[in-house]
């Protein structure tokens, strides 16, 4: 069972060689191993995580070298949920990507992009997971970080250049930190396994200790998007595809939370920056969604509660104990899908009526119930009403809060029970706007253009008759009319009938948010004993030690 642990890593980067050989062609062969390969993943992580569960965490060192000298894979409970929700999210975005059209658009490109790259971030995203030592996880961000700046900069607009730009600048930043908190570990302490760093940490001094743990929590809240280092986030978010958006908004942070979970049991126990991470939890929530509260773009708008949020996790971790990190668990995965649901419902809202601006939609509830139901469900789950596994995560970690007692653990049952009432609030502003009341007048007709790469008219503007109509000139064009090429070759129209596999993909992102519900017994059962094998380390040590 073993050798299975770095399946998840090899198995897309291997595709993606195959794919670059390939190139453009065999464009229906390309979207099938993408499918298959991604559907391989997620049926080696749903073993693992059921192997983990069974028989406990799983390690493997590549070319069978020990460390600290060797590659160390490790698979433990909350490796395995990770993976499993990671990967049936990634596969459900490569449905809705599909249908988008945005992949069929590297027909004319000299070398497929999408596909290769988006199998580079899960291979990424699965390192981050999977990785037993400091070095392996900066990997996996590097990795992510290669993807991620092609896939923000899809389609080469402006906009996503800056956008994309303003994200590596941060991303390096985070980067050079992190190395540098390798070489200081190592320096201190003579490895970089995780098992390993767990013994020699403690003989570490205090100081030298608290400065590697404070080191490593800033990169780790840069990627998590953790205030005040989330500024970066509202703007770049946005701007990309909507598949990529929503990949991103629910996972790419994620792999940050991951980290600091990893991290502050397994190497720094009874951590001395607790309160400072409550005071950054609580802080997350408050702007996060107050910022919200202030947005007019459905995007916008799930970018800052994305922020918001993630102080709900970030308040598990401060907290330390059994039912707080198995609190902070549950959200980590109901958010991974219900944020992703959101984002890829906002991609559909943009598809058919040509923007996610609230001032200028609709109707929706009446035109297109079938939308209205998709962005509802997982609206209400985000806001934690219950039975909702919204309900179930932040009601574990506010009993988690109430169980602590103390002055910041109150605050933060405050801010919590705040936050999720400003969520509803949000969420029922967008319903109102968007879905409820009637079309406002001047609304978006189909066959409006939505990609393309001259997203900036010139200095010398032709006068309106000389206009030109198609990709790139910002106006409408008849539907189902043939519009000029805007990025390699063509362009993506507004359409009141949406593709069948966007539909279908955001219907079971939809349902995937609610079996956590149906299954909320058997899944607070795993997290609560995910929580004591982190807390309790020893498992994860003789694991990799062999001890």
Not at 460 to 488: I, K
Request: glycine letters at 10%; one cysteine or more.
């Amino acid at each position: 069972m073993n050798a299975l642990v770095p399946l998840p890593v090899l198995l897309p980067l291997c595709v993606t060689g195959l794919k670059l050989a390939i190139g453009p062609r065999l464009h229906r062969f390309q979207r099938f191993i993408s499918l298959a390969v991604l559907g391989a993943v997620l049926v080696l992580s749903v073993t693992l995580m059921v192997a983990a569960d069974r028989h406990g965490p799983l390690s493997v060192h590549l070319g069978d070298f020990a460390p600290p000298v060797g590659i160390t894979l490790v698979a433990d409970r909350l490796s395995g949920l990770m993976l499993t929700v990671s990967s049936a999210v990634t596969l459900l975005v490569l449905v809705y990507s599909l249908g988008q059209g945005m992949a069929d658009r590297d027909d004319q490109a000299p070398v497929g992009v999408f596909h290769p790259a988006y199998l580079i971030l899960v291979a990424g995203v699965s390192c981050t997971f999977l990785a037993g030592d400091l070095v392996n996880l900066y990997v996996g961000f590097e990795i992510m970080l290669v993807a991620s700046f092609v896939l923000l900069t899809i389609g080469g607009t402006a906009t996503r250049v800056r956008a994309g730009s303003t994200y590596v600048i941060i991303s390096l930043f985070s980067s050079v930190l992190f190395l540098v908190a390798i070489a200081m570990t190592y320096a201190v302490a003579g490895t970089v396994n995780f098992a390993q760093l767990a013994g020699r940490l403690q003989e570490v001094p205090l100081g030298a200790r608290t400065l590697l743990e404070a080191m490593l929590l800033t990169v780790f809240a840069i990627k998590a998007a953790v205030f005040p280092l989330a500024a970066w986030l509202p703007d770049s978010y946005p701007t990309a595809p909507a598949p990529v958006t929503a990949v991103f908004a629910g996972l790419l942070t994620k792999v940050g939370v991951y980290s600091m979970l990893r991290t502050q049991t397994l190497l720094f126990p009874g951590h001395r920056l607790g309160d400072l991470l409550m005071l950054a939890a609580l802080a997350s929530m408050a702007v996060g969604i107050l910022g919200a509260v202030a947005q007019t773009d459905l995007k916008r708008v799930l970018s800052f509660t994305l922020i918001s949020h993630i102080g709900y996790m970030v308040f598990g971790i401060a907290l330390a104990g059994r039912g707080s990190i198995a609190g902070a668990i549950v959200y980590v995965a109901h958010h991974i899908t219900v944020q992703t649901t959101l984002f890829l419902v906002a991609g559909l809202i943009e598809r058919r009526d040509g923007t996610t601006e609230l001032t200028r939609l609709g109707g929706l509830a009446k035109a297109a119930p079938l939308l209205a139901v998709l962005f509802f469900v997982p609206a209400m789950n985000l806001a934690g009403i219950p039975p909702l596994s919204g309900f179930i995560g932040k009601l574990g970690l506010m009993r988690a809060g109430v169980a602590d007692g103390g002055g910041w653990a109150w605050a933060l049952v405050a801010g919590s029970a705040a936050t999720s009432l400003l969520t509803l609030y949000v969420m029922a502003k967008v319903w109102n706007l968007a879905f409820w009341r009637d079309a406002p007048p001047g609304a978006e007709e189909e066959g409006v253009v939505l990609e393309s790469a001259e997203d900036e008219e010139p200095d010398d503007e032709p006068d309106d008759e000389e206009r030109p109509t198609g990709s790139g000139s910002g106006l409408p064009v008849p539907a189902g009319a043939v519009v000029a090429a805007g990025f390699l070759g063509q362009s993506i129209t507004t359409s009141k009938r949406l593709p069948w596999p966007m539909l279908v993909a955001t219907g079971a992102a939809v349902a995937l948010g609610l079996s956590y519900t149906v299954l909320g017994g058997p899944l607070t059962t795993f997290t609560q004993a995910a929580a004591t094998e982190l807390l309790a380390r020893t498992p994860y040590i003789e694991a990799v030690l062999g001890r």
